[in-house]
């Protein structure tokens, strides 16, 4: 019986729903892999998914920190501590955690590793000699993308000698794990005006890395919209807008400005139609006006989605993959150029043609949306390039069948 272990990275709750999917298709594929997942942001959510499809998992977090929305993680000032030391150090290339999890693989006698942009898993598991799969939606991380100018145009004070150092150091970490991974996959497709210059290009080109397309659950289709609606409090006749808030923010009062814009644009709209109602998920539990209903997270919303008229949306890649497939319309939204993860995200899908606002800006969002309410015949105008980020939707039955090669091919050369 062959133990593979799934590290997503710490940070966010569309890294641990990309190997729960992934999971569910180890699982239907062969139920006879024992599967662990080393988890850490919302560790209690996530272990109650994992474990209902026959997974174990184990709390790896070492800082007790289990949820990334919650507070800011940068300060404005952008040097190698408030950067290096504070975040992106712990966060995806971690001396202890590699340590730890070399002692976890050896000890569960792991025998391949699956890391959702965690490099310290594929240093691990290099370390144990064990092979490896390394999940990302990045084909470069966003700091290293970014020039000096860019960061400070959005806000932050930019240590110039620091800043030459972490663009250096977080561009050959990121190479390093996508080079000793056995195999890489991504959900993102390529842009050549966006990452022609890039060491991935050479890695696809290769085949070292593989576009899957989007890595979500599978849709069962089980889902009645007039009793999700019913359950909501929503009419049958209701413009139903979901506006979800992102997990991970490098600024608590970035994330409060994108719960607020959200609010002010559905009263905005609320005067001029009645019959608009929301459901926001802030990360949060907000006072609202009637009209929105407010949670806080919600793992399981392919009802709630196909169940709306539009989603209003931070760009978090796995959101992005979940709406493309679902072919949900949708505008993708960030309230400052601060959240550069997210910035990132947002250019690739400008440049995919996606229906995108920088700011969260109120007055533009309630134009936009109060012109599709009067036009609903606009409404697939937002879904007419998903297709590039969703040609088909079994990423994670894909990445299954690359695993399961990678094992069978090990156990042969065993024999």
């Known amino acids: 019986m062959k133990h593979i272990a799934l590290v997503p990275r710490g940070t966010g709750s569309g890294h641990n729903m990309r190997l729960y999917a992934i999971a ?165 497709p390529y842009v050549d005006k966006l990452d022609n210059k890039l060491h991935f290009k050479k890695l696809l080109s290769q085949e070292h890395a593989v576009f899957v397309g989007p890595i979500i659950r599978e849709d069962t289709n089980n889902f009645n919209k007039d009793d999700i609606r019913k359950k909501l409090s929503v009419k049958k006749d209701d413009f139903l807008i979901v506006a979800a808030v992102g997990g991970t923010t490098m600024f608590a009062e970035d994330k409060q400005k994108m719960q607020q814009s959200f609010i002010t644009t559905f009263s905005n709209i609320h005067q001029i139609n009645p019959n608009t109602k929301m459901v926001l998920l802030a990360r949060d539990n907000l006072e609202v006006p009637e009209g929105i209903i407010c949670m806080s997270y919600l793992p399981d919303w392919y009802g709630l989605l196909k169940s709306c008229d539009l989603v209003l949306t931070h760009p978090g890649w796995i959101t992005v ?67 590039k980020v969703a040609p088909w939707s079994n990423g994670a039955y894909r990445v299954a069948n690359l695993i399961n090669n990678i094992i069978d091919k090990g156990s042969e050369e065993q024999r």
């Open 321 to 387: 993959t979940e709406l493309s497939s679902l072919k949900i319309p949708a505008i993708f939204s960030i309230s400052s150029k601060r959240e550069y993860h997210e910035w990132d995200e947002l250019i690739r899908l400008s440049e995919l043609g996606y229906s995108t606002n920088l700011g969260c800006n109120s007055k533009i969002l309630t134009e936009r949306i109060s012109e599709l309410i009067r036009n609903p015949q606009k409404l697939p105008n937002l879904t007419a390039h998903y297709s």
């Open 24 to 188: 569910r298709e180890l699982k239907k594929q062969d139920n006879s892999f024992e599967v662990t997942a080393f988890l850490e942001s919302l560790h209690d959510t996530f272990s109650q998914l994992f474990n209902s499809i026959g997974v174990k998992t184990i709390n790896v977090s070492q800082d007790g920190k289990n949820d990334y929305s919650k507070g800011s993680i940068l300060k404005k000032d952008l040097n190698w501590d408030s950067l290096m030391n504070n975040f992106l150090g712990p966060t995806i290339f971690n001396s202890q955690k590699i340590i730890m999890l070399v002692r976890l693989f050896t000890r569960n006698k792991i025998d391949l590793v699956v890391s959702d942009l965690d490099v310290s898993a594929i240093a691990a598991a290099k370390i144990c000699g064990i092979q490896s799969v390394l999940v990302t939606e990045r084909f470069e991380l966003p700091i290293a993308k970014f020039k000096k100018k860019d960061l400070e145009n959005a806000g932050f004070k930019v240590d110039k000698s620091d800043f030459i150092d972490i663009h250096n150091v977080a561009q050959k970490t990121f190479d390093w794990g996508l080079d000793n991974a056995t195999k890489v996959v991504t959900d993102c």
